[in-house]
């Protein structure tokens, strides 16, 4: 086990207001930063005079660089490979209809050796199209095919451009804004099984069996497919389907005030809904400029690190389950039960509970419930460790999980892997402590890692995860800051009930916060936090109004999953159920 050294909170405090989003959204910092300074002279030494028609600029602290269509291959090659931005964390589409270029293509890179960020944006008009990064990084694979599916963005040389997670029948590309939100589609035939061109593929002399896993099989819950050639019992050729779970919430964010998207997140990963409730507030309150109170702080550390512990408990439980330990999962259950009942105190929902606000919290806690949460992690680390008595040790689950969707820490980065999957490879990535918010560098916890970046590694990462997240809550609850749980900007959040019955000005605020809604500067933001999967990121932009011109999610699973052809591929059929398991992927998170 290690840990990762301590990096400065680099959450900013700068607001902004701007024009409309069809032009570029205005400089907030002055100048450039220094991480971007350094990048515009390398890429002028590197391509030369090119770089003159390149514009950088620091925005809300974000480092973008936007270049022309046709420079995207090599400006993203010189990034990673020269930079060291080893990481594509996310690709994603933007339509601005009144543009003569309509649509941008946006990467988001990251850099695991100093944790810098760097945004690269392309303008593309209807018929244009931009070099693939698939060449450049694997895990392009899955976020150009969706820029494809939700814009119609075409990416030059991408193999297989085809939808993923709309359907084979779906007429139109849903995200652009003239696609009608209330329009509704249905498909009346399933595809046959397929695979991705594969021009090595040679099957002479093989009598090869033709096998759908899934969306029936109860290892896949009703949301995964995965079609598989079997030559007898090992895994010749695979391939996977998605978007059964589609819920359009990228698409509803632009049509509801920012409070009354919280909700929405709840049903991302809904294993573990309020570290997704965190991750959506803290990216709107970074753009706003406003930092929340300690107490606010303190409580969203707990209520996250509570989500972590569930969301393992989920994955651990149904990885066992699914390979025939039914004890583990009904154990590790009974805890997480007593998990929701702490939520249900808070706000009496238990799965999808909308505890957060912008600016803070919905609510204060009751009296006693820290008391409550430190008697509830006793009685959790003593199940951690009858699960480590369980599973551990045991013949079975060391035969079906060691050795068993190995992958190396090289091919990880170039999935795009983060989270327990990524540290089981042995890199000690959290940006708990490589970009610490909340005060999280403030506290003792270690990050657990690997080495083999198997499955059964995976499984030992999340049991050691989940006593840190133990240690982080006691250490929290012990020291709760005074002070208010939410800030008092009438702008941004409710007044209290007191006020809008008791007085005019807290009717009248109540009155045009929920009409007018809270209106963030224009411009356009990144932040990410570290969920139960990984990196869980939100692309803002906005436009001045009460609701997001475009909210893009980073679902951390939607990355490692591309990845699962090729980790059974050449395996039992038999371990397909085994990896699947460990890769944890919640299909709200998935499909969004």
């Known amino acids: 086990m290690t840990s990762l050294d301590k990096a400065s909170d680099k959450t900013p405090g700068a607001t902004q207001t701007g024009s409309s989003p069809t032009s570029t959204p205005p400089v907030v910092n002055s100048g450039i930063s220094k991480n971007l300074e350094s990048l515009k002279n390398g890429l002028g030494q590197f391509y030369g005079k090119k770089v003159a028609d390149y514009a950088f600029r620091t925005s809300f602290n974000d480092d973008v660089i936007e270049v022309a269509k046709e420079e995207v291959g090599n400006v993203l090659r010189y990034l990673k490979n020269e930079s060291q931005f080893d990481f594509l964390m996310d690709v994603c589409g933007a339509d601005y209809p009144d543009r003569k270029q309509r649509f941008e293509v946006v990467y988001h890179l990251f850099n695991s ?14 018929n244009e199209s931009v070099e693939t990064a698939t060449k450049i990084w694997q895990g392009a694979n899955f976020f150009e095919r969706e820029a494809f599916d939700m814009f119609g963005i075409k990416f030059e040389g991408h193999k297989n451009l085809t939808r993923i997670l709309t359907h084979h029948q779906f007429v139109g590309h849903p995200l652009r804004k003239d696609y009608d939100a209330d329009r ?53 050729r695979a391939n996977v389907e998605l978007g059964f779970l589609h819920r359009c919430f990228e698409k509803m964010a632009e049509t509801h005030p920012y409070n009354q998207v919280i909700p929405y997140t709840d049903r991302l990963n809904y294993c573990s809904a ?30 996250s690190e509570l989500s972590r512990i569930i969301d393992h408990f989920v994955c651990i439980g149904a990885n066992a389950v699914d390979l025939g330990a039914l004890t ?49 992690c006793k009685e959790i680390r003593e199940g951690i460790d009858d699960l480590d008595t369980l599973l551990t040790g045991n013949k079975i689950w060391i035969q079906r999980t060691q050795n068993v969707g190995k992958i190396s820490a090289e091919k990880a980065i170039a999935w795009g892997y983060t989270g327990p999957c990524l540290r089981a490879t042995g890199v000690p990535l959290d940006l708990r402590k490589a970009t610490p918010y909340y005060g999280y560098d403030q506290l ?41 749980y939410t800030i008092r ?20 605020n109540h009155f045009m916060l929920v009409i007018k809604g809270l209106r963030p500067p224009v411009g356009e933001i990144y932040d990410a936090t570290e969920a139960g999967n990984g990196e869980l990121g939100f692309y803002l932009v906005s436009d001045g109004s009460g609701r997001p011109y475009r909210l893009k999610v980073r679902p951390p699973c939607f990355a490692i999953y591309q990845s699962f052809y090729e980790q059974i591929t050449g395996g039992p059929v038999a371990d397909v159920i085994a990896i699947l398991g460990s890769m944890n992927l919640i299909a709200g998170e998935l499909d969004r």
């Not at 050796?113 to 008009?125: G, S, T």
Request: glycine fraction near 8%.
């Open 444 to 484: 003792d916890f270690d990050i657990p890692v690997g080495t083999n970046g198997d499955v059964f590694e995976r499984y030992l990462v999340r049991v050691e995860e989940m006593r840190q997240s133990l240690k982080i809550i006691e250490q929290v609850c012990k020291n709760i800051p005074e002070g208010d």
């Open 274 to 303: 309020p570290l997704n409730n965190v991750a959506y507030c803290k990216t709107v309150e970074r753009m706003l400029g406003v930092t929340i109170p300690p107490k606010a702080q303190a409580m969203r550390v707990i209520l």
């Open 184 to 236: 509704q589609q249905h498909c009346s035939t399933a595809l046959p099984v397929h695979f991705e061109p594969d021009p090595t593929w040679n099957p002479a002399g093989r009598n090869l069996v033709p096998l759908n896993i899934g969306p029936a099989h109860p290892a896949t819950h009703g949301t995964l497919r995965v079609m598989a050639e079997l030559d007898g019992e090992t895994v010749a």
């Open 328 to 376: 583990g999962f009904f154990h590790l259950f009974t805890y997480r039960e007593k998990v929701y009942s702490l939520f249900e105190k808070l706000c009496g929902a238990r799965l999808t509970v909308s505890l957060t606000r912008v600016g803070g919290m919905a609510q204060d806690a009751p009296q006693g419930w820290y008391q409550d949460v430190l008697q509830t």
């Open 113 to 126: 050796k100093n944790y810098q960020r760097v945004r690269v944006k392309a303008k593309l008009a209807e």
């Open 489 to 508: 900007d009438r702008g941004i959040v409710l007044p209290e009930k007191k006020d809008v019955y008791g007085n005019i000005e807290g009717l009248m």
